[in-house]
């Protein structure tokens, strides 16, 4: 009796931590992107307060600079915060890298535009960019690896499905706030003060975030893997087999930056100016597209965990490479045809997107997993994701062709194809005591 109730307290308590350290995990990939997505949607306001200038185009790439800035910084936060992750336990780097993320975020808040204290301002933007950048680094491979690792059995890919599921909430949350603001103040008061707000509101979300992460313990996992051992699995494996294996793991990934950041990012942009749709129906569509994508990524996570993440990924690759240039078609149909692409759109964002994080994890030993993990996916997002509105503008542009910007998602989603052929079964170098 004394045991089965001392049986059923432990199963409680696990059950418990697992549920905090899903919450303190996903919640700071939703502070995460909803600030990218929110810089993202306030650029053009940004553009006259910290880079005035005759030339409103100038304004406007220097903006986008500084976005694409904190994407090509992820790969070096990735290796700094995923190092001291692996060395030092998952919890206090989590703790450390959101209280980076969101400082600098509310900071862009209050500081100061240019007309008030001049090149201070656009070089004081720059570095809070730049620790935004080096933060997110760290954040999605950490947060994976905490959420993974204490994942009830069998369960690991709905788990870790959660950081994609906030990831894609945190985008419809900034773009939300930013149409909310556009919609309730007038362009005069958007400038004086109403465009600070958003920024602001990731404050409150911060410390929401930080005090879940406080409340977590270190993952079971890492604490055995960290308990001095004679076995060589417990040492640190060589630098030169970790890149490798990332440059590998790279592969998995490309899809779901692409079509993540091709038919989320660009979008708007894509069916106002390329397609010639009206704004309010671009920002609409997208809303609709994110939303379907936040949808269905836990349920491929949990469909992950029946059937092997490699199934459905390959699943959602070949839907992705087959459907491309049909959907692209839709798109330049109306705005009916339109809708319906950006559904299935969605949809193949979830099913490629819910598996990933538990199978990036899987590819890692527990001393080098937060760093492979965020190294992997940062390295894909800044290649193929952050580079996806340019690389297809330029295709349009070179084309002619509207539908021209099928080919990138089609070449990215073959990638992808080829990288999850070459990996054999489930491999998994979770500890086998969490199968």
Sequence with gaps: ????????????????????????????????????????YM??????????????????????????????????????????????????VLVLVITLMSTATALIGVLPTYAVIGIWAPLLLTLLRMVQGLAGGGEFGGAVSLMVEYAPPGRRGLYGSWSFFTTVMGFVAGAGMATLLISIFSEEAMLSWGWRIGFLVAAPLGLIALYLRMRVDETPVFTRSARPSSEPSASVPPAGGLLKQVATTVGIVVVYSCTGYTFMVLMPTYLSDTLGMPLAQSYLLTLINGCVAGLVIPFAGAWSDRVGRRAVMLTGTIATTVLSYPLFLMLGSGFGPALLALIIAGGLIGLVGGPLPALLSEQFPTRTRVTGVSLAYALSVALFGGTAPFVITAIVSATGTSLAAAYYTIGCSLITLVTLLSVRGRTSHLDPLQD
């Design 1 to 40: 009796m004394t045991s089965s109730s001392a049986s059923g307290t432990s199963e409680t308590l696990d059950a418990r931590a697992s549920r905090r350290a899903l919450l303190a995990g996903s919640m700071g990939n939703l502070v995460e992107w909803y600030e990218y997505s929110l810089y993202g």
């Design 43 to 92: 650029a053009p306001l940004i553009a006259v307060l910290f880079f005035p200038t005759a030339d409103s185009t100038a304004g406007l790439l220097a903006t986008f600079t500084l976005f694409a800035l904190a994407f090509f910084l992820r790969p070096v936060g990735a290796a700094v915060f995923g190092r001291l992750a692996d060395r030092l336990g998952r919890r206090p």
